[in-house]
């Protein structure tokens, strides 16, 4: 098992390299996000990030904003999504990232609330997918979707699975705490069981089931030993990503407890 900590846009990358392998991470998921961190930003510090990685035989995975419109029925605006996410997958391929991931969020205002339109919505998303996962495999970079919380009428699970069934190639990132957000340990264990074949990697934090609040470890309401008999029985042994918001520190607090957990 891989432990890692995503890094923050707010701060330069090489500088947050630096403090995740301080605090003892495996690796970095780089986020390709604003305001320090944008495609452009990051392939003018390609050398830097590069070397970086290499002294200190560090991998890095990739993570996207997770508001992008790729379900979007304004077809120009999902056009320039589509192109800003095959930039986000040239600068993962720039900086030998393999795994890249972007987040099956979206149907904003009145658009989910009939089921046209959420047929319109998984269409378009799918489409999308599909187009960014052709790109993707020219640049040997594999994508995985990543579970958001529900939102007011959001995508449920089952649009999530008709995704991921009907793009070739694209992979399952589960986010552990978003899925206890949506219907608590019995939807983690769907998650778990209906993808076990598909799940790529991980992100582990804490809430209260209410809303995504991103805490460390035991702060929430997450039953971890629960979660840990999961991840055992699927026999994972990937990529785990603490993404915990509180601090860094709190953060690999959270690994350790993890690691003693997972054995």
């Given at each position: 098992?891989?432990?890692?900590?995503?890094?923050s846009?707010i701060?330069?990358?090489?500088?947050?390299?630096?403090s995740?392998?301080k605090?003892?991470?495996?690796?970095?998921?780089?986020?390709?996000?604003?305001?320090?961190?944008?495609?452009q930003?990051?392939?003018?510090?390609?050398a830097?990030?590069?070397?970086?990685?290499?002294?200190?035989?560090m991998?890095?995975?990739g993570?996207?904003?997770?508001?992008v419109?790729?379900?979007?029925?304004?077809?120009?605006?999902?056009?320039?999504?589509?192109?800003?996410?095959?930039?986000?997958?040239?600068?993962?391929?720039?900086?030998?990232?393999?795994?890249?991931?972007?987040?099956?969020?979206?149907?904003?205002?009145?658009?989910?609330?009939?089921?046209?339109?959420?047929?319109?919505?998984?269409s378009?998303?799918t489409?999308?997918?599909?187009e960014?996962?052709?790109?993707?495999?020219?640049s040997?970079?594999?994508?995985?979707?990543?579970?958001?919380?529900?939102?007011?009428?959001?995508?449920?699970i089952?649009?999530?699975?008709q995704?991921?069934e009907?793009?070739?190639?694209?992979?399952v990132?589960l986010?552990i705490?978003?899925a206890?957000?949506?219907?608590?340990?019995?939807?983690?264990?769907?998650?778990?069981?209906r993808?076990?074949d598909k799940?790529?990697?991980?992100h582990?934090?804490?809430?209260h089931?209410?809303?995504?609040?991103?805490?460390?470890?035991?702060m929430?309401?997450?039953?971890?030993?629960?979660?840990?008999?999961?991840?055992?029985?699927?026999?994972?042994?990937?990529t785990?990503?603490?993404?915990?918001?509180?601090?860094k520190?709190?953060?690999?607090?959270?690994?350790?407890?993890?690691?003693?957990?997972?054995g």
């Amino acid at each position: 098992m891989q432990y890692g900590l995503l890094s923050s846009a707010i701060y330069d990358l090489t500088e947050e390299i630096k403090s995740i392998k301080k605090l003892g991470f495996d690796y970095v998921e780089i986020g390709i996000e604003e305001p320090k961190a944008t495609p452009q930003i990051l392939i003018r510090q390609k050398a830097q990030i590069l070397g970086l990685l290499k002294e200190y035989r560090m991998q890095a995975l990739g993570h996207t904003s997770y508001w992008v419109g790729f379900g979007s029925s304004h077809n120009k605006v999902r056009e320039g999504w589509i192109a800003e996410g095959k930039e986000m997958i040239h600068v993962a391929a720039s900086l030998n990232i393999k795994l890249l991931n972007f987040h099956f969020h979206g149907g904003e205002g009145q658009s989910m609330q009939t089921k046209f339109g959420r047929d319109i919505f998984v269409s378009n998303f799918t489409d999308s997918m599909l187009e960014l996962s052709r790109f993707a495999k020219k640049s040997k970079v594999t994508l995985m979707l990543e579970n958001v919380p529900l939102q007011r009428n959001g995508p449920t699970i089952k649009e999530y699975s008709q995704v991921i069934e009907n793009t070739q190639g694209l992979m399952v990132h589960l986010d552990i705490a978003h899925a206890y957000t949506e219907g608590g340990m019995k939807m983690i264990r769907e998650y778990v069981e209906r993808f076990s074949d598909k799940i790529a990697h991980l992100h582990i934090h804490d809430n209260h089931g209410e809303h995504d609040e991103h805490l460390p470890l035991g702060m929430g309401t997450i039953d971890f030993n629960g979660v840990a008999s999961m991840l055992k029985g699927m026999d994972y042994n990937r990529t785990i990503t603490l993404e915990v918001f509180t601090s860094k520190s709190d953060a690999a607090s959270s690994m350790r407890y993890l690691k003693g957990i997972l054995g």
